[in-house]
């Protein structure tokens, strides 16, 4: 029996397992993280028992790999844009250069006042560029599912963010051995303060520190996921107040994907992280910030942190009050002499 088959066999058990395991435990209590990461049992009323298949449709699709050859997938470049006509093609050129791992890079054009420049339309690449222009400036219109979305994986990239080839290469190998998690090159953590409330990054006073914790959600500046969590995204499973916010407020999209997952694996699962960090070998570039050019983006403005650490709490409340978040402490990484494809995990 070839690899292949032998691989396919396994999953078919395992996804069997875990079906009767879903069915066997749908009235049972679910997980909560407790402020010192530690977890709690409650009663689980974010999903209705009846929802608890299409869920598990949904994994079913995550988990089975294409039927191709895996080592031919590739993947979709998702860069949603506003205001940035000046650096856009230096970003585009930089994407174009991916070889055959990019099926093709889907550029959404969320200035809708402004027509796309002719300049934009005749670049050369040898990857498909398609430009997509939304009906309204919305930030939900990241992670809106597409009919020109044909991969699995999709690169969420910001118009202003550079990641080299190989950093890309690697990060896309990590996430087929981790479909079920969104695995990123920016981590973030969330942190509890002295009155239950939730905070976006550190907490140093109550000894809340990535080196003690980890971290718990990746920013959506840089990072892959599997297309069924747009689907997710934008279906009744996202809580709709939590979508209003994120609208109304342009900000926290990549929060609410990274709560959505983890609160997606503990329904069809068990409790565990969303996200894995991978720590580029050559660093990100940021060209708003080094050349000072395009739209003043978001993480860049005043109170950003208060800002984020409120979306946490207004999305807990929307969770009945807790978030699903899990901590995690390793990051994968290359070693530094050997090929790209040999990593291991890296505690913070």
Known sequence: ?????????????????QTLWLLSTSDRGDYEEGAAGKSTQT??????????MTLWRYYQQILIPPTTDVTNERLTILMPTYKRADILPSVIKHYCSMGDSVEKILVIWNDVETPIPPSLHSLRCDIDVLF??????KL??????RDE??????????????????????GFQIWKQFRHRIIGFEHRMHTLNQHGDYHYGPYPKAGQTPEKLGYSMLISASFILH???????????????????????MNCEDVAMCILVAQFLRDVAWPQSSVISVKPRVPLKNLEATTGGGHRGLSNQLKH?????????KFAAAYGGRLPLQYITGRMYREPIKPWYNFKLQQI
């Open 140 to 145: 939900t219109n990241r992670f809106m599912p």
């Open 132 to 137: 997509i222009v939304s009906k309204e400036n």
């Open 43 to 52: 009663p689980r009323d974010s999903v209705p028992p009846s929802f608890n």
């Open 1 to 17: 029996m070839s690899l292949w088959k032998k691989f396919s066999a396994v999953l078919g058990l395992v996804c069997l397992v």
């Open 227 to 249: 297309r069924v969590y747009l689907e997710l995204f934008h279906s009744s499973y996202l809580p709709g107040e939590i979508m209003t916010y994120i609208n109304r407020e």
């Open 305 to 313: 942190y208060n800002k984020r650490s409120e979306c946490l709490n």
């Open 149 to 170: 979305i044909e991969t699995k994986g999709v690169l969420v990239v910001d118009d202003d963010r550079l990641i080299s080839g190989d950093d890309v290469q690697f």
